[in-house]
């Protein structure tokens, strides 16, 4: 199994990025996807998630992101994606995609849920 992020950059406060998380050897309908980031310094936290369709195919945020981040999923090019606008200095870090089968209610965003990671992608936002 391989993740690959990729799209990150530097960015201008208020601009924009698209992530994109390309997978293979696996089945990736049948997983829930998250993003995931890390500043420097600070712990790693839940940005997204993509809940998998047999689980109710529900999307969830925390709530800095909420209204400027979208994440979506297709799975015929197994491939997910973060479009992040309107971006802040505090977004700023390391994002990571991630694929598991967390529980679809509560659990998606925590890290330890998911199996296979990518590398991350940095994105750095100058204000």
């Known amino acids: 199994v391989q993740l690959q992020a990729s799209g990150g950059g530097l960015v201008q406060a208020g601009g924009s990025l698209r992530l994109s998380c390309v997978t293979s050897g696996l089945t990736f309908r049948q997983y829930t996807v998250g993003w995931f980031r890390q500043a420097p310094g600070k712990q790693r936290e839940f940005v997204a998630a993509?809940?998998?369709?047999?689980?109710?195919?529900?999307?969830h945020y925390t709530d800095s992101v909420k209204g400027r981040f979208t994440i979506s999923r297709d799975n015929a090019e197994s491939t997910a994606y973060l479009q992040m606008n309107s971006l802040k200095s505090e977004d700023t870090a390391v994002y990571y995609c991630a694929v598991g089968q967390p529980p679809a209610i509560s659990g998606y965003d925590n890290g330890n849920a998911y199996r296979y990671w990518g590398q991350g992608t940095q994105v750095t936002v100058s204000s």
């Open positions: 993509y809940i998998r369709s047999g689980s109710g195919g529900r999307i």
